[in-house]
């Protein structure tokens, strides 16, 4: 079992900046690639980026691709989103997700966090 908490979610004039962060305990971190996602209200969740397990590699959504940055720490069990540019229709409750293997699709994922809000102001 893997338990995700996340965390750094809050509001934001657009333009600005914000670090989510997903803590992880359990089992071992560093054997999980970690996906961050996200639902706007009234909207179906989507992938926004994933990383491997060493770190080195990663993947975004279109919408994303040049403001979010995804990156973990395997020595603290941790994963981050750092989101940058930040725009209104980037509002949304973004959770952390642990999968066995390299995927952007929710029913790849093993295990999920409950979720941090960002709003994004205009």
């Known amino acids: 079992q893997v338990q995700l908490v996340e965390s750094g979610g809050g509001l934001v004039q657009a333009g600005g900046s914000l670090r989510l962060s997903c803590a992880a305990s359990g089992r071992a971190f560093s054997s999980y690639v970690m996906d961050w996602f996200r639902q706007a209200p009234g909207k179906e969740r989507e992938f926004v980026a994933y990383i491997n397990r060493s770190g080195r590699g990663t993947y975004y959504a279109d919408s994303v691709k040049g403001r979010f940055t995804i990156s973990r720490d395997n020595a603290k069990n941790t994963v981050y989103l750092q989101m940058n540019s930040l725009k209104p229709e980037d509002t949304a409750v973004y959770y952390c997700?642990?999968?066995?293997?390299?995927?952007?699709?929710?029913?790849?994922?093993?295990?999920w966090g409950k979720g941090t809000l960002v709003t994004v102001s205009s």
């Open positions: 997700a642990a999968a066995d293997r390299l995927s952007a699709r929710e029913n790849g994922m093993n295990y």
